[in-house]
């Protein structure tokens, strides 16, 4: 079983940045990380991954101002967002994989104001 607790949102003004953390209850030894956020009224969007090798997919809506990273030792894995637009106003969701299961957090709320 893997808890993981999501930190970091809040309300910025556009085109300002934020970094969200993902925090891992257990050993990190899980293979993928992902983000995802959620807009009202919309279908949840993954945004972000990152493998257990470092290497990262990022979705192309936003590529260039998202950036997925992870700090094993920690049992972190943080989204940086730069350049942020109404548009990516949300619930942010860090999702995992562990053997079969994957485990969801509860999300951190980011709201960008125009």
């Known amino acids: 079983q893997v808890q993981l607790a999501e930190s970091g949102g809040g309300l910025v003004q556009a085109g300002g940045s934020l970094r969200l953390s993902c925090a891992a209850s257990t050993t990190f030894n899980i293979n993928t990380v992902a983000w995802y956020r959620q807009a009202p009224e919309k279908q949840r969007e993954l945004v972000a991954a990152?493998?257990?090798?470092?290497?990262?997919n990022v979705a192309d809506s936003v590529k260039g101002r998202f950036t997925i990273s992870r700090d094993d030792a920690k049992k972190i894995v943080y989204l940086q967002i730069t350049n942020l637009k109404p548009e990516d106003t949300a619930v942010y969701f860090c999702?995992?994989?562990?053997?079969?299961?994957?485990?969801w957090g509860q999300g951190t709320q980011v709201t960008v104001s125009s």
């Open positions: 990152i493998g257990s090798r470092g290497n990262t």
């Open positions: 999702r995992c994989w562990l053997g079969q299961a994957d485990y």
